[in-house]
């Protein structure tokens, strides 16, 4: 996943709501959002081919989201799939900090991970040697750290905001929040190491591009009272996007 939007304890209806764009290359295969029969506590999205997953919730209520770090001068052969640090949290018990605290960010390519419970969310990156409590607030996050100004991730925050003045946040308006195609002014671009073409590619919410691009987006609302509702669009070039809906309701504590 490349974009992820969201919003923590900031609106008196929502404990949690999330928006996520997934990018990555159209032939790895993956599998929309589903329960996992390997682990039936388990609703999430799967990489078939490392067999992790980029964003997912579990039946309790604890959440997790990964990106990437964009960085061609760090690169590490043979590092552990970084999707499984999302698939092992959601497969366990451990509450989100204590989770995170138990990761060790030197062993992987470069990462964030948000992992929440119903206590608390928390964040963690390759280049923080522990994890941190976030306050309530609006966050985003693309292939940078948490909250880098890149166009992308401040034109998507603006829109989870205006998005958090309604009554009510459907499923709808977050993904049309996903969906927007609009590039980066060259002079607002940030400088990865990528060259400006491709950066210039990357820098919409939603990507499409030959052979990579946006393969799925993703709106996960978490109500006050444990109402879970999550609604995933995945993209297929060239075709009319397939649609997942799911709903539950979280324990309490």
């Not at 029969?37 to 039946?59: C, E, K, S």
């Not at 119903?118 to 306050?135: C, F, I, M, N």
């Not at 309530?136 to 003045?165: C, F, H, I």
């Amino acid at each position: 996943m490349c974009t992820l939007l969201f919003a923590v304890d900031a609106h008196p209806r929502y404990r949690l709501v999330v928006a996520a764009n997934r990018d990555e290359f159209y032939g790895r295969p993956t599998a929309a959002a589903h329960w996992w029969p390997d682990a039936p506590q388990v609703l999430a999205g799967r990489d078939l081919q490392a067999g992790g997953t980029w964003l997912g919730v579990a039946r309790d209520g604890r959440w997790a989201a990964l990106t990437n770090v964009r960085d061609p001068r760090d690169i590490r052969p043979g590092a552990p799939s970084r999707g499984a640090l999302v698939a092992e949290f959601l497969r366990g018990d451990a509450p989100a900090d204590a989770y995170l605290r138990s990761i060790a960010p030197g062993r992987y390519q470069g990462f964030n991970l948000v992992a929440g419970d119903p206590d608390g969310v928390w964040y963690l990156s390759q280049k923080e040697d522990a994890p941190r409590r976030l306050a309530p607030g609006v966050y985003g996050v693309s292939n940078a750290q948490l909250d880098t100004p890149w166009p992308k991730v401040e034109r998507g925050k603006a829109g989870l905001r205006a998005l958090l003045g309604r009554a009510e946040i459907g499923a709808d308006e977050l993904l049309a929040l996903l969906a927007d195609r609009s590039p980066a002014a060259d002079e607002a671009l940030p400088d990865t190491g990528v060259g400006l073409e491709l950066e210039r590619a990357l820098s919409p919410l939603f990507i499409a591009m030959p052979g990579y691009g946006t393969r799925s987006s993703t709106a996960l609302v978490v109500e006050a009272g444990g109402a879970v509702r999550l609604r995933e669009l995945t993209v297929r070039p060239g075709a009319e996007p397939d649609a997942v809906e799911v709903g539950f309701v979280a324990p309490q504590r």
